[in-house]
């Protein structure tokens, strides 16, 4: 029997849609014309809104369409062994099934792992970031047993945010149930600690979700109605409702174009550039990260999903290399897939196999948990050179033509 990924991207398409749900229809749900899913069908036309807007439609992500993951996902064993120890830790806590000799442990302690733990998801190291998580989530479980009233919030607290970053991966994952789970879990803790700037942080995560799971409305539902919740006031100045205000604009604004929706999407992007300003400098705040770099960064990658490469390339022009260096790791990775992406858009082809395969290089763990590259690959095409070949072997896609063109040469130029 074919692995998955034997199938073309046309074939995967035509399987998911299955016997019950005819192209018609499934042109119906993508609101896309009858010949363009044919055509996608056939591996002949398939840009990143079309990849999309078909992937909303069938309920999977983008990458089980590019055939990077199966539809049951496919892992490698410590990605799995990883997932499996969260997936415990997170449902032993949740169910109060802890161990017995476990002791309370102080409350600086707990601010200390969850600082690591949220440092080892922004670096993308995941089998390290397992090991943490279980321990922090067994021990603020077990302190917060211990204590009442007010001594006990800062340590809902840090039980939120290890429920969160276990959301997190698992939505990285793929593993859907796990991360509805476990943010159902981060958003009741954080309520329990009285503190609405963590729980207005557990939204934007919790929006993320919805996204990834093609919910779009209700993922724009949730971030927005947490935005306004704390929207800061003019005069407010406070680094941190500023911080975890920009970072559900960004959900905001992505979701929006996510929904073809470009008047509100260029609001948002105008608001997010307005919070990045009046911060200054970028900020972290319970796993939000935001600040004016990300606020450009993240309006590189929004201008590629609604087609205008033209304005993402000019957005990239004022991005300089010490603007990078106080993002996290995986929001650098993401910067420099949207960049390879608006160039591929542009047909700098070679400029964007330079780009990919640096990612891809700097960040083989990170990367191969992002579509993206698969479909930077695909938009190239199928040119005759080493190069290629060796990047989509890298990601494990075939380079085909895509949107109908394929570069005559690629030159040597994640």
């Not at 995941?126 to 321990?135: C, D, F, N, R, W």
């Not at 942080?201 to 209700?218: C, H, K, N, P, T």
């Amino acid at each position: 029997m074919p692995h998955w990924s034997d199938y073309s991207t046309g074939e995967r398409i035509k399987i998911l849609r299955g016997k019950h749900m005819s192209q018609q229809q499934l042109a119906n749900k993508t609101k896309l014309a009858l010949p363009t899913i044919r055509a996608a069908e056939q591996n002949r036309r398939l840009s990143l809104p079309t990849l999309l807007k078909i992937a909303n439609a069938l309920s999977v992500d983008t990458s089980v369409i590019l055939g990077q993951q199966a539809p049951r996902r496919s892992m490698e064993q410590d990605d799995r062994s990883t997932l499996r120890y969260i997936s415990s830790s997170v449902h032993d806590t949740a169910a109060g099934f802890l161990p017995g000799d476990t002791e309370p442990v102080a409350a600086e302690d707990l601010s200390r792992a969850t600082e690591k733990a949220w440092s080892l998801y922004w670096a993308g190291d995941y089998q390290e970031l397992g090991a943490v998580l279980g321990p922090l989530l067994r021990d603020a479980a077990v302190t917060a047993q211990t204590l009442d009233g007010d001594a006990a919030h800062p340590v809902l607290g840090y039980l939120s945010d290890g429920y969160q970053i276990a959301a997190c991966v698992a939505n990285l994952f793929g593993a859907r149930d796990l991360a509805y789970s476990s943010i159902g879990h981060s958003r009741s803790a954080a309520i329990a600690a009285g503190d609405p700037l963590r729980t207005a942080r557990v939204d934007s995560a919790r929006s993320w979700v919805y996204l990834r799971d093609g919910r779009l409305q209700r993922s724009m539902e949730v971030a927005e109605a947490a935005a306004s919740e704390i929207e800061p006031r003019y005069s407010d100045q406070g680094a941190e409702r500023l911080t975890v205000y920009g970072n559900l604009l960004n959900h905001c604004a992505v979701t929006a174009a996510r929904l073809e929706d470009d008047d509100r999407t260029g609001d948002f992007l105008s608001r997010l550039h307005a919070v990045g300003a009046r911060l200054g400098r970028e900020r972290d705040f319970h796993g939000a990260r935001f600040g004016p770099h990300t606020a450009t960064t993240q309006a590189v990658g929004i201008n590629v999903t609604i087609g205008k490469p033209g304005k993402a390339l000019k957005l990239i022009e004022s991005v300089k290399p010490a603007h990078l260096t106080g993002l996290a790791d995986a929001a650098r990775n993401r910067y420099q897939l949207d960049v390879a992406m608006a160039q591929a858009d542009a047909k700098l082809f070679d400029a964007a196999l330079d780009t990919l395969e640096g990612v891809l290089h700097d960040a083989p763990q990170w990367s191969r948990h992002q579509a993206l590259p698969a479909v930077i690959v695909q938009k190239i095409g199928n040119a005759s050179t080493a190069r290629l070949r060796r990047v989509s072997e890298l990601i494990g896609v075939p380079a085909i033509p895509v949107d109908g063109y394929a570069p005559a040469t690629v030159k040597t130029a994640l």
